[in-house]
């Protein structure tokens, strides 16, 4: 248990870390606008490393339909996603 206190702590510092840099001076909106890109990106990454890996399972252990009724629900998620 205090080994996920100790990572969860770490994982949760960049937040403090943030707010502190945002406290201290205001930062040009372009910086700001790659930070957010490169966030964006990484939860994008994110995404498609965890579709990658949950579609094909759910095709093998549910049968055809309901793999494909999955598939349409991820491509949807995803198409709205991009969209807001």
């Known amino acids: 248990m205090g080994a996920a206190l100790v990572w969860g702590a770490v994982a949760s510092s960049s937040l403090v870390i943030g707010a502190l840099l945002a406290g201290v001076r205001s930062w040009p909106p372009r910086r700001v606008g790659m ?8 939860l994008l990454v994110l995404l498609v490393l965890l579709v990658d890996s949950m579609i094909p399972e759910a095709t093998r252990d549910s049968g055809r339909v309901a793999g494909l009724v999955t598939t ?13």
Request: proline share 0%; net charge neutral; hydrophobic share 75%.
């Open 35 to 42: 930070v957010l890109a490169f966030g964006a990106g990484a």
């Open 72 to 84: 349409l629900g991820f491509a949807v998620a995803a198409a709205l996603s991009s969209v807001a």
